[in-house]
T-cell receptor, first 118, second 110 residues
Framework: GAGVSQTPSNKVTEKGKYVELRCDPI?????LYWYRQSLGQGPEFLIY????????DSGLPNDRFFAVRPEGSVSTLKIQRTERGDSAVYLC????????????????FGEGSRLTVL | QKEVEQNSGPLSVPEGAIASLNCTYS??????FFWYRQYSGKSPELIMS????GDKEDGRFTAQLNKASQYVSLLIRDSQPSDSATYLC??????????FGTGTRLTVIP
C-alpha cells in the first residue's frame, strides 16, 4: 500500500478482554516498530522488528503484551487481560532500513489504533 | 532519567517570529537525532534529521546539534500558523531503536 495501514482505528473493550491490533507496513520496508502514545506524552517504544524477528522487545510493559510478524510484513500486537491503563493510541511505523543497513530514523507512521479499555 | 527530555511548553510565538525548541538526551553514544512534527490527532512525521555537530538547514527549519552538551535544538524561522503542532525530539541511543521525548507544543499566533 501507499502508507502504513493500521486496523482497527478505534477499539473499545472491557477490562480483562483480549485485543489484537494489526499493522500493514509500507511494501518493502524491513523494519517495523510499535509505539504507544498517551495524551500529552511522546510515543513510548514497545517493540522493533527486523524482518520476522523481534530485534528489541524491551519496551513491552509486561507479559500481557506480545507482538508477531510471521512473514516479515504484517504485524499484530496482542494484549491479553486488558487493563484500563492500557488505554492509549497504539502507533505502528515502518522504515526502509534498519540500523547497520544505512539511513535510520525516518519512520513512517500509521494513523494509529485508539484503544479504550472500560 | 529519561532518554530524551523536552520542555512540554506550550510555546507561543507571533507569526513571522523565530520559534526555538530544545531537547537534551542522556546517552552519550547517541549518533542520530531527529525532529518529528505531530499535528493534533495525527501521527508524527519526520521534518529534520542531524548526525554531526553543528547546524543543518532545510528551508525555514534549522537543526542544531552539540554532542558535548548532549543538546539538540530546532529553529523555525518566519513561523506560520500552520507550524502550530507538537514537535517531538527523537534519538537513537546505543540500541537499535528510536526514543522520543514528550514533545513541545508550539502555537503560532496570527
Amino acid at each position: 500500500g501507499a502508507g502504513v495501514s493500521q486496523t482497527p482505528s478505534n477499539k473499545v473493550t472491557e477490562k480483562g478482554k483480549y485485543v489484537e491490533l494489526r499493522c500493514d507496513p509500507i511494501s518493502g520496508h524491513t523494519a517495523l516498530y510499535w509505539y504507544r502514545q498517551s495524551l500529552g506524552q511522546g510515543p513510548e517504544f514497545l517493540i522493533y522488528f527486523q524482518g520476522t524477528g523481534a530485534a528489541d522487545d524491551s519496551g513491552l510493559p509486561n507479559d500481557r503484551f506480545f507482538a508477531v510478524r510471521p512473514e516479515g510484513s504484517v504485524s499484530t500486537l496482542k494484549i491479553q487481560r486488558t487493563e484500563r491503563g492500557d488505554s492509549a493510541v497504539y502507533l505502528c511505523a515502518s522504515s526502509l532500513f534498519y540500523l547497520g543497513q544505512g539511513s535510520f530514523g525516518e519512520l513512517f507512521f500509521g494513523e494509529g489504533s485508539r484503544l479504550t479499555v472500560l | 532519567q529519561k532518554e530524551v527530555e523536552q520542555n512540554s511548553g506550550p510555546l507561543s510565538v507571533p507569526e513571522g517570529a523565530i520559534a526555538s525548541l530544545n531537547c537534551t538526551y542522556s546517552d552519550r553514544v547517541s549518533q542520530s537525532f531527529f525532529w518529528y512534527r505531530q499535528y493534533s490527532g495525527k501521527s508524527p512525521e519526520l521534518i529534520m534529521s542531524i548526525y554531526s555537530n553543528g547546524d543543518k538547514e532545510d528551508g525555514r527549519f534549522t537543526a542544531q546539534l552539540n554532542k558535548a552538551s548532549q543538546y539538540v535544538s530546532l529553529l523555525i524561522r518566519d513561523s506560520q500558523p500552520s507550524d502550530s503542532a507538537t514537535y517531538l525530539c527523537a534519538v537513537v541511543p546505543g540500541a537499535n531503536n528510536l526514543f522520543f521525548g514528550t514533545g513541545t507544543r508550539l502555537t503560532v499566533i496570527p
